[in-house]
């Protein structure tokens, strides 16, 4: 299972089953909705830093999106 949370100071954090797994300050938070839709297991669109990207070839059983306030 993997979890990211963006916290209300601007912190990445990243769980995996359930354990804190990775922390970084976000310097430059998008504050608006990007051009492209949320993909997942692929990239359709832009490239991720100018690179392509493989396809994620395994199975994705779930995906929740959830916004905390």
Do not use: F
């Amino acid at each position: 299972t993997l979890k990211g949370v963006i916290t209300a100071d601007k912190k990445a954090e990243l769980y995996v089953n359930g354990g804190k797994a990775a922390a970084k300050k976000l310097d430059d938070l998008i504050t608006e909705n990007p051009i492209e839709a949320l993909q997942i297991g692929t990239d359709t669109g832009g490239k991720v830093n100018g690179e392509d990207q493989p396809i994620y070839k395994g199975w994705i059983e779930r995906i929740v999106i959830r916004r905390e306030k």
